[in-house]
């Protein structure tokens, strides 16, 4: 089970915080993510982090975007900074199995569970 929030409407240039509640089962996940999808838009990861703390972002949100990972309180934030009009969709959070190597996490594939997703507006 995951479940977001955080999401919202916000002005260009300000900042938001989405945060992913998990379950005990995804506890044990080899990574975690954020993922984004909009109409006309394929579904983007948008950051992931390992269980380890290596992370990557897609780059139109480096340096603006930071994703981490609090395993004592089994969430799971992506902090956003500077937001675009473009930043704009429906955010998802999923979770790995714990097999999946970083490889296949990085490019988006291996995740098994999903959030329902929050909704994020920058006008």
């Known amino acids: 089970q995951l479940v977001e929030s955080g999401g919202g409407s916000e002005q260009t240039g300000g900042s938001l915080r989405l945060s992913c509640e998990y379950s005990a089962d995804a506890r044990a996940s080899a990574c975690i993510a954020w993922f984004r999808e909009d109409p006309g838009r394929e579904r983007e990861m948008v950051a992931a982090?390992?269980?380890?703390?290596?992370?990557t972002y897609t780059d139109n949100v480096k340096g603006r975007f930071t994703i981490s990972w609090d395993k004592v309180r089994n969430t799971m934030d992506l902090q956003m900074n500077s937001l675009k009009p473009e930043d704009s969709a429906m955010y998802y959070c999923?979770?790995?199995?714990?097999?999946?190597?970083?490889?296949?996490?990085?490019?988006?594939?291996?995740?098994?569970?999903w959030g329902q997703g929050t909704q994020v507006t920058v006008s």
């Open positions: 982090i390992q269980t380890g703390g290596t992370v």
């Open positions: 999923a979770a790995t199995s714990p097999t999946v190597w970083w490889s296949q996490c990085q490019r988006g594939l291996g995740y098994t569970s």
